[in-house]
């Protein structure tokens, strides 16, 4: 039987519905490269579902490797000690399920590269 692998786009949340917005389109569009692969949201706060809730519900439905994505520009008080403990405890919930958290997108050499640009751009722009 082949691993069912997912990977959760992990915010830390708003009161805002808009503001998952981005995170949204993330999703839809890896979806599309990868229609084999399982892509949810997780929220840390003022979202649901929680990242809890997320990794449950593919655990439960036979996921056996999940990449919890941070969706934050940095590698913060957040990343350091409170999703390290989420991924812990869900890893003690679900032993059969691999759950490694990848570093922040925003520490990601592509995605610097592509913020810069997108500054440059909007700098050029108002010359």
Known sequence: ?????????FGHGARDPEWARPMERT???????????RVELAFLELMRPTLEEAIDTLAGQGVTRITVVPMFL????????????????ARRRHPGCGIDQALAVGEAEGVVTAMAEYALRSAQAGE
Do not use: N, T, W, Y
């Open 27 to 37: 999703r839809e569009a890896l979806r599309k490269q990868a229609p084999e692969l």
């Open 74 to 89: 940095a590698h913060g008080g957040h990343l350091k000690r409170d999703v390290p403990v989420l991924i812990e405890a």
């Open 1 to 9: 039987m082949s691993e069912r692998k997912a990977v959760v786009l």
